[in-house]
C-alpha cells in the first residue's frame, strides 16, 4: 500500500503527512495531524460539525479527499484564538450559552467565521442561512443565531 | 426569555436566590468554544484497530451457518469475534439493580430477532479493512415469522421474539405479564357517566440523533487492567455491564468519559464498550468501536413505540368519572430499559387529574423491532400526549373551554392520586392559568381564581372501594350512548359549568389508616416490598 | 486493499480511466464519493479525478448556457447571468455543501437528492459526456433514464436555452427542513408562452420515481392552452400519472402523490 505525500497550510502552518488513498481531510487532520477540533458526525455532509475552511471557504472536511487540499489553506477552530485571547466569535458563544454539549460548536463557529469574513453585518436570515448545514441537537439554535449576531454587532469585546 | 413569576407561591420558599434567575457560566463552556472539549472519538491511541460488526440483514431468522473463511483471509483482519467468545453472552442491562432476566447476546448466536442485531465483530487494522471483511462473510439464514404490531404479539400463536419471554411480554415480579393500576371502579362510572369517549394513540419510535455517535475506543493498560474512552451517558452503569459480560471484576477496567456529543437516553445501552474492550483483551492493542451515522440511526435503539387506548366517563358538568387506559410499550427484541418505562407510565396514570376511578393496563411487548431504549421522559410522553389530546376532545364533548376544563379536573393539594399517594405541592392549576395568560387566553373569573392549594382533600383525599379482578362480573353493557367524538355534531352549547369547579363525586369509604412505617417501602421498580 | 486515486490533466484521460474499471467512480465535489467510502462501501476501489478547467467553466453570455461539470453551486449563485438558476442551486444544502457539490455530481444523486437535475429536466437541458472518440451529446431524459448504467461515465458539461423570462420557468423544492432538508418532493416547470398559450411545456419532478422524470399528462394538459385556473387545474390533477414514488423517512408515497398536485397548482398560479 502506497501512501501519498501531501502538504498544505494548517491554520498559519505548513504541513507535510503521508496519506492513504481515500483518506478524507477530517481524518487526515485528526489522525495525522493531531487537529481534533473537527469532528466526525455523519460522515454524509449531513451536520456539519466537521466543516473547515478551504481557502477561506467553508467545505466539509469529511467529504473531502484529502490530498485535493495539496497547497491550500486550511483553517479549522483551533486556529481561531488570537493569541491568548479568544476570538470574538468564541466570546459571544461563551456569553450567549450557545454551546451545550458542544459536539456542533467547532463547526457552528467555523460556519459563523466564513459567514463574517465575508459579510461583517448579516442579517438574522443570512445568518441562519449560514448555518442552515450544521445540525445542533441540544443547545437550539436561537442562542447561536444570537451569539453570530452579536459577534457581528461588535456587542462582544476580544 | 426567562422569567420567574415569583408570586406564585411565594409563601412557599426563601426568597432569597442567589442562583435561580441569574446567567451562570458553564464550566466547560471555554472547552467547547476552543475545540479543546475531550470527546472519545479525540483519543488516537499508538496501533489502533478498528472494530465493525456485522449485522443482521433479518428482522428474525435461524442462524444455519456463519461462514467468515474467506473474511479471515481479507488483509488487515486481526480478529473476527463470535458470540461464543464472548464470556457471558447473555444480559440484561438492569440485571444490575436485579430487575429483568437476562434476554440480549452481545452477539447473537443461533437466532436474531431484529433488522441490524449484531452477529460478528471484526477488528481490522482499518474501518475500510473491516468493511471489506465484512463484506466477504456468508451468514446462512432460516427466516422464521416476524411480528412488528404489539397487539399482533400477544395474540396467541404469534411467533415467540425473545425465548426468555415466551408470550411476548415482560414478566413483572415473576408473575405478572403487565403493570396494573386499579382505583375505584372504572366499568361502575364509565356506565353512569353522561358520556363516554374511548380513542387510540400512537407514537412512533423516535431516534435520538446525537451527533456523536455511539463509541468506544478500549486499550490495554498496565497490570492486566483496560483504559475505556466512552460516549456514555451512564459511566458507572457501563464499567459495570462490561465486567458482567466480560466475567471480571469491575476494576478491570478505568473509564473515561462525561464529555458526551448529545445523549438524550441514547447513550446508556452500553452497546459498543463491551466489545471494544473483548477486540483490545483479544488483539493486546486498542480497539476503537464507532457507529456510522448510518448504524446510529437504524440500529442505535430509539424511544419506542406506543399505542394507548384511553376510555373516559364525563359528566355533563366537565367532571371526568372514569378513566381506563390500555397502553402498550413495543420494546423491540430485547428488554433494554422499557420494562422501566412501563412501571414509569403505570405510575403516572390518570396524568395531573384527579378522577376518581381509574383502570391501567400497561403491557412491555416484545417484537421483532430494534430494541428500544430511554429518552427524555420515557414511559410518560407519549402518555401525555394521549392524554392532552383526550383532554381537549372531551372538553370539546362537554363543550367547556379546554383551559377551564383542565383546570376543573387538575389535582390539587390533598388529593388522593389513583397510586394511594397524596398530592402535594401540585401546580398544574398555576401553570394553566399562567399559560392562558401568556397566550392571552380568555379564562373566566372563577377558574383565574382557582387554586391548587384551595378545595382538595377532603371527599378527594379517599380511597374508594376497589374491585380486584377476580371478583368483578363482566361489565354489562353501558346504559348510555357511547359518543363517537369523531361525529359528535358541535351543537353543544357552551354552558357554563355551575359555580366553582366542583370537586370531584366523593367517594364513600373514609381514609384508609397511615402507613406503617419501617415495614415496607416503596420503589417504583420492584412495588411494595419488606425492609 | 486502500483505495487508489487516480488524478489525470485531461478529461479524456480520466474518461478512459474511468471506462475501462468497473470499480473506478469518478470524484467531483465529494458529496457522493466520499459520503460512499464513509459509510463502507466497497464495490468502489479506485476514485478518478482531473484537474481539467474545462470542467468548470461556465458560458453564461449568450441565450444557451453552457456549465461545466465541475461547476458547484456556489458558482452558480454567484453568477448574475444564471439568475434563474439560483432556485434550485440554493434549495441545496447548506453553504458548505454548496461550495462543494457541483452540477455533474447532481445528475448522480439519488432521492431525495438531485434538485438541481428537476430543474435541468425541465429546461430540456443537453448532457455532453466524454465518449470514446471525443464528446457526445445525450439529451438529459435520456441520460437519466439510463443513469443505473452511467456509472463509467464522464459528465463534462450540461447546456440548456435561458427561459425567456422568469415567469416561464418555475421551481420548488418542498422539504420537512427549511432553509435546508431533503426533498419530499421538488417541482419545476418550463412554460414558455406564445401568443398566450403555452407552447412546450415541460415539467419535470423529483423524488416521484426513482430518477427525476418528467410529467408528461400534466404537459399534455398546458400544452396549446392559456396558463388559466382551468388550465392549472387539470394540470395538477394530471400531475400523478406515471408517477411511482416510494416510502422513506421524509415522506410516503401516498402523501407525495396527494401533495404533488397541490404544490403544482400553486406553483403555477404564482402562490406561495
Known amino acids: 500500500m502506497s501512501k501519498i505525500p501531501l502538504q498544505f497550510r494548517h491554520n498559519g502552518r505548513d504541513v507535510a503527512i503521508f496519506v492513504d488513498g481515500g483518506t478524507n481531510l477530517l481524518v487526515a487532520l485528526r489522525e495525522l495531524i493531531g487537529d481534533m477540533t473537527p469532528k466526525f458526525g455523519c460522515g454524509q455532509g449531513g451536520c456539519g460539525t466537521c466543516s473547515v475552511l478551504v481557502d477561506g471557504e467553508l467545505h466539509l472536511s469529511c467529504l473531502t479527499l484529502a490530498e485535493t487540499v495539496a497547497g491550500r489553506t486550511i483553517e479549522t477552530l483551533d486556529g481561531m484564538k488570537q493569541g491568548p485571547n479568544l476570538h470574538p466569535l468564541q466570546r459571544a458563544f461563551a456569553d450567549n450559552f450557545a454551546a451545550q454539549c458542544g459536539y456542533c460548536t467547532p463547526g457552528m463557529l467555523m460556519a459563523a467565521k466564513a459567514l463574517l469574513d465575508r459579510n461583517p453585518s448579516p442579517s438574522r436570515d443570512e445568518v441562519v442561512e449560514a448555518i442552515s448545514g450544521n445540525i445542533c441537537r441540544c443547545t437550539g439554535y436561537e442562542p447561536i443565531i444570537n451569539a453570530i449576531l452579536a459577534a457581528a454587532g461588535g456587542r462582544v469585546s476580544a | ?531 | 486493499m486502500a483505495v487508489t486515486v487516480k488524478t489525470f490533466t485531461s478529461a479524456s484521460e480520466a474518461a478512459g480511466a474511468l471506462s475501462s474499471d468497473r470499480s473506478a467512480r469518478y470524484l467531483g465535489g465529494g458529496t457522493l464519493v466520499m459520503r460512499a467510502l464513509n459509510e463502507g462501501d466497497v464495490s468502489i476501489s479506485t476514485v478518478v479525478r482531473t484537474q481539467d478547467q474545462a470542467l468548470s467553466r461556465i458560458d453564461a453570455s449568450g441565450p444557451r448556457i453552457t456549465l461545466g461539470a465541475g461547476v458547484t453551486f456556489a458558482r452558480v449563485l454567484a453568477e448574475r447571468d444564471l439568475a434563474f438558476l439560483h432556485a434550485p442551486a440554493r434549495s441545496i444544502g447548506g453553504p458548505a455543501v454548496r461550495n462543494m457539490g457541483t452540477i455533474g455530481g447532481n445528475l448522480f444523486a439519488q432521492n431525495p437528492y438531485g434538485d438541481f437535475t428537476v430543474a435541468l429536466l425541465a429546461l430540456d437541458a443537453t448532457v455532453t459526456v466524454a465518449g470514446g472518440f471525443g464528446a457526445r451529446d445525450v439529451p438529459i431524459e435520456e441520460f437519466l433514464q439510463g443513469r443505473e448504467r452511467q456509472t463509467g461515465t464522464l459528465v463534462l458539461s450540461v447546456s440548456c436555452t435561458r427561459p425567456a423570462n422568469s415567469e416561464a420557468f418555475r421551481y420548488r423544492k418542498i422539504a420537512r427542513i427549511k432553509p435546508k432538508g431533503g426533498s419530499v418532493i421538488t417541482l419545476a416547470a418550463h412554460l414558455p408562452l406564445s401568443g398566450g398559450r403555452i407552447a412546450g411545456a415541460r415539467v419535470a419532478l423529483g423524488s416521484m420515481a426513482p430518477t427525476q422524470i418528467r410529467a408528461r399528462a400534466a404537459e399534455r394538459a398546458l400544452e396549446g392552452r392559456a396558463p388559466d385556473a382551468a388550465t392549472i387545474a387539470a394540470a395538477a390533477s394530471a400531475v400523478t400519472e406515471g408517477t411511482s414514488p416510494s416510502d422513506n423517512a421524509l415522506g410516503s408515497a401516498w402523501y407525495r402523490r396527494e401533495i404533488v398536485g397541490v404544490h403544482l397548482r400553486r406553483l403555477l398560479s404564482g402562490q406561495e
Open chain 2, 1 to 531: 426569555m426567562l422569567e420567574l413569576r415569583k408570586d406564585i407561591f411565594a409563601d412557599e420558599r426563601d426568597d432569597n436566590l442567589k442562583e435561580i434567575g441569574k446567567g451562570t457560566q458553564r464550566q466547560d463552556m471555554l472547552g467547547h468554544v476552543t475545540g479543546t472539549s475531550s470527546y472519545f472519538g479525540d483519543h488516537k491511541l499508538q496501533g489502533m484497530l478498528h472494530l465493525k460488526v456485522v449485522r443482521s440483514t433479518q428482522a428474525h431468522a435461524r442462524i444455519r451457518r456463519i461462514d467468515t473463511a474467506e473474511a479471515e483471509r481479507s488483509a488487515g483482519v486481526r480478529r473476527i469475534i463470535r458470540g461464543t467468545d464472548v464470556p457471558v453472552n447473555l444480559n440484561t442491562l438492569l440485571s444490575l439493580i436485579n430487575f429483568g432476566k437476562d434476554d440480549e447476546p452481545s452477539l447473537a448466536v443461533d437466532k436474531v430477532r431484529y433488522k441490524g442485531e449484531p452477529i460478528l465483530a471484526i477488528v481490522a487494522d482499518s474501518e475500510r479493512e473491516a468493511f471489506e471483511a465484512i463484506a466477504k462473510v456468508r451468514v446462512d439464514y432460516e427466516p422464521l415469522p416476524a411480528v412488528f404490531d404489539v397487539e399482533d404479539a400477544l395474540k396467541p400463536g404469534a411467533p415467540v421474539v425473545n425465548e426468555t419471554y415466551p408470550k411476548n411480554a415482560f414478566i413483572y415480579h415473576d408473575v405478572y405479564d403487565h403493570q396494573r393500576l386499579r382505583f375505584g371502579d372504572a366499568d361502575a362510572a364509565l356506565a353512569g357517566a353522561d358520556h363516554v369517549l374511548e380513542q387510540r394513540y400512537q407514537m412512533s419510535p423516535i431516534e435520538h440523533a446525537p451527533t456523536e455517535t455511539n463509541g468506544a475506543i478500549s486499550a490495554p493498560d498496565t497490570n492486566g487492567r483496560y483504559v475505556v474512552y466512552t460516549s456514555t451517558q451512564a459511566l458507572f452503569f457501563s464499567v459495570d455491564t462490561c465486567a458482567k459480560i466480560l466475567d471480571v471484576p469491575s476494576n478491570t477496567f478505568h473509564f473515561i468519559g462525561g464529555t458526551v456529543g448529545g445523549g438524550f437516553g441514547g447513550k446508556v445501552d452500553t452497546l459498543t464498550e463491551p466489545l471494544a474492550i473483548l477486540g483490545a483483551m483479544l488483539t493486546g492493542r486498542p480497539v476503537r468501536y464507532v457507529f456510522g451515522r448510518e448504524e446510529e440511526m437504524q440500529y442505535g435503539p430509539p424511544r419506542g413505540a406506543e399505542r394507548i387506548y384511553i376510555k373516559d366517563g364525563v359528566m355533563r358538568d366537565g367532571r371526568i368519572v372514569a378513566r381506563k387506559i390500555r397502553a402498550f410499550f413495543d420494546s423491540g427484541a430485547y428488554t433494554r430499559l422499557s420494562s422501566y418505562a412501563a412501571v414509569k407510565c403505570a405510575a403516572h396514570l390518570p396524568g395531573p387529574y384527579t378522577v376518581p376511578n381509574v383502570y391501567g393496563d400497561v403491557y412491555c411487548v416484545f417484537t421483532n423491532r430494534t430494541p428500544a431504549t430511554a429518552m427524555r421522559g420515557f414511559g410518560v410522553t407519549a402518555m401525555d400526549f394521549a392524554i392532552e389530546c383526550q383532554m381537549d376532545k372531551l372538553a370539546n364533548l362537554v363543550g367547556m373551554d379546554p383551559m377551564e376544563f383542565r383546570i376543573l379536573n387538575a389535582y390539587r393539594d390533598g388529593d388522593m392520586k389513583a397510586h394511594r399517594r397524596e398530592a402535594k405541592n401540585t401546580a398544574l392549576i398555576e401553570c394553566v392559568q399562567v399559560a392562558a395568560e401568556k397566550a392571552k387566553w380568555p379564562i373566566r373569573d372563577e377558574f383565574r381564581r382557582a387554586s391548587s392549594r384551595k378545595d382538595g382533600g377532603g371527599s378527594r383525599a379517599a380511597i374508594p372501594p376497589t374491585p380486584t379482578d377476580s371478583s368483578r362480573a363482566r361489565p354489562t353493557t353501558p346504559s348510555q350512548q357511547r359518543t363517537s367524538y369523531d361525529r359528535l355534531p358541535p351543537t353543544v352549547t357552551r354552558e357554563p359549568p355551575r359555580d366553582p369547579p366542583p370537586p370531584a363525586p366523593p367517594p364513600p369509604s373514609p381514609r384508609p389508616a397511615a402507613p406503617s412505617h419501617g415495614a415496607t417501602r416503596f420503589s417504583s421498580v420492584f412495588g411494595t416490598r419488606r425492609r
